[in-house]
């Protein structure tokens, strides 16, 4: 935390409070940046109304406190909120508090859409760890918002969209670890799985035994990184590497690629590939302009 405090401290110093707007063309983005900035002195807020964008806020330096519902949530060093579109809610500085604070708010048509697809679907709470690069990027947002003459907003745009995806593989929820750790642990694992996953005796045990976990856990954990079961993982895992082999001129028949990618019957082979990828491996061949000899 200390290392946190001296870094935050390092990036406010001489700053004053700063606010950017951004300007759109006639046609508006699907994910834009509406605001962004940082306060070293961050003043009291209330809107019984909520905000009308999206309100990433978070502390760099001090605590602040937030009142929503009639529950109040601190948000010290290493720690942001996420607000929803006109969510009522009120914060201010802990009582003999100096609070400073970085935000992004922004909107978009696919705003809400690709929240959810992060598994973020209402006003949520979360914190980091201090090696996170989520402060990092937000920081390098501001400073690129300080020096470039982004008129369209693409640029803040493509960052905001890194920025997101930052929050959803290092932000930790309620007490539990971040996509990130989940995939510490899978680690060693999923390097193993890049070199055996040609062999098809391969089974959820064997993959358990790997890490030392039980099966249950093991597919609690990929759930928890990958959205699927250990298993799932593998036959995807299959899936590119056949194509892999396929889109690169591999002249390999199709029975050999099936079993170079875990099957023993091509003909298992090709129904996977086909609820897969909906087509044949034949028919992927001449998509890439590539036949068999």
Not at 269 to 284: C, D, H, L, R, S
């Amino acid at each position: 935390m200390e290392q946190i405090i001296e870094r935050n401290k390092g990036f406010i110093d001489g700053q004053q409070r700063s606010r950017y707007m951004f300007t759109l063309g006639e046609y508006e983005l699907p994910l834009y940046v509406d605001s962004i900035g940082i306060n070293p002195d961050q003043e009291a807020v209330d809107r019984t109304k909520g905000y009308p964008c999206f309100h990433w806020l978070q502390t760099i330096e001090g605590e602040g406190e937030f009142e929503l519902n009639g529950i109040k949530y601190s948000l010290p060093p290493g720690n942001g909120s996420l607000l929803f579109p006109d969510v009522p809610h009120f914060y201010a500085a802990k009582p003999g508090k100096k609070w400073s604070t970085m935000y992004v708010t922004f909107g978009g048509v696919l705003a809400a859409s690709m929240l959810a697809s992060l598994g973020i679907r209402q006003t949520e709470w979360l914190n980091w760890n201090e090696d996170a690069p989520i402060t990092s990027q937000l920081e390098s947002m501001i400073e690129q918002a300080q020096h470039d003459e982004d008129r369209t907003g693409l640029n803040a745009s493509a960052q905001l969209y890194r920025f997101l995806t930052m929050i959803k593989i290092y932000g930790q929820k309620g007490g539990r670890s971040s996509v990130f750790q989940h995939l510490e642990k899978l680690d060693p694992l999923l390097h193993w799985l890049d070199y055996h996953y040609g062999d098809p005796d391969i089974s959820l045990t064997d993959m358990a035994e790997q890490l030392g976990i039980s099966s249950r856990y093991l597919n609690s954990l990929f759930r928890q990184a990958f959205g699927i079961t250990a298993y799932a993982y593998l036959i995807r895992l299959r899936m590119i590497k056949s194509k892999e082999m396929m889109s690169l001129g591999d002249k390999r028949s199709i029975k050999e690629i099936a079993q170079l990618s875990g099957y023993r019957d091509p003909s298992h082979f090709i129904a996977a590939f086909g609820k897969a990828e909906g087509i044949t491996p034949e028919q992927f061949r001449k998509l890439h302009g590539l036949t068999t000899t």
